[in-house]
């Protein structure tokens, strides 16, 4: 059960910053369970194993952008806020060494591949069927009997869409409710 809960909290910490997938020094080292200074200070201590790909420092710009995201109303006071990518995040581990530490690096390895998974088996889904899609558009003009099965294959391709792009469903209101 401890997996599953630490699987959701970690995919809900990942954030997309300059184009990349990365997790916050607040998240980590809540998730590590270590005062964020504490981490900082071992990364500061180490800045040769954390280039630029690894990990950056938000400006303040970027640090009051996520402060409207993140819940914690306490990141837009940072004087700094260190960003680490996947590679970043897995450097982690030859810097903070406890067993918790390790334990939680190893599930967000693990969170980062399956979301890669998701993310290129999407991709390669609805490339598939845009080709799909334009055969079926290309022989619809053939014969009229192809365009009643045409119909048929457009009306399970947008089933299809619909299954991968969900409409979004209002939010239940919060709170006692007076019926």
């Known amino acids: 059960m401890e997996n599953i809960i630490i699987k959701e909290t970690i995919e809900r910490k990942i954030y997309l910053i300059r184009g990349q997938k990365v997790m916050l020094d607040r ?3 809540e998730l ?56 970043g995040v897995s450097m982690l581990s030859s810097v903070l060494t406890s067993q918790r530490a390790i334990r939680v690096n190893i599930e967000i390895m693990r969170v980062f591949d399956n979301l890669e998974l998701f993310l290129a088996t999407h991709k390669e889904m609805a490339e598939k069927l845009k080709e799909l899609e334009m055969k079926v558009n290309k022989l619809s003009h053939i014969e009229s009997k192809v ?21 979004v469903k209002p939010k239940n209101k919060i709170g006692f409710r007076k019926d």
Not at 63 to 80: C, E, F, G, R, Y
Not at 154 to 159: A, G, N, V
Request: cysteine-free; glycine content about 0%; overall charge positive.
């Open 27 to 29: 998240d980590l080292s």
């Open 32 to 87: 590590y369970n270590v005062e964020t200074r504490a981490l900082n200070q071992a990364v500061r201590r180490n800045m040769e194993r954390f280039p630029d790909d690894f990990m950056f420092s938000l400006t303040r710009a970027e640090i009051m952008n996520l402060s409207q995201i993140v819940i914690s109303s306490t990141i837009k006071h940072a004087p700094s806020v260190f960003a680490f990518t996947r590679r």
């Open 147 to 167: 365009t009643t099965h045409n119909e048929v294959i457009k009306d399970i391709l947008e089933q299809i869409r619909r299954m991968i792009n969900p409409p």
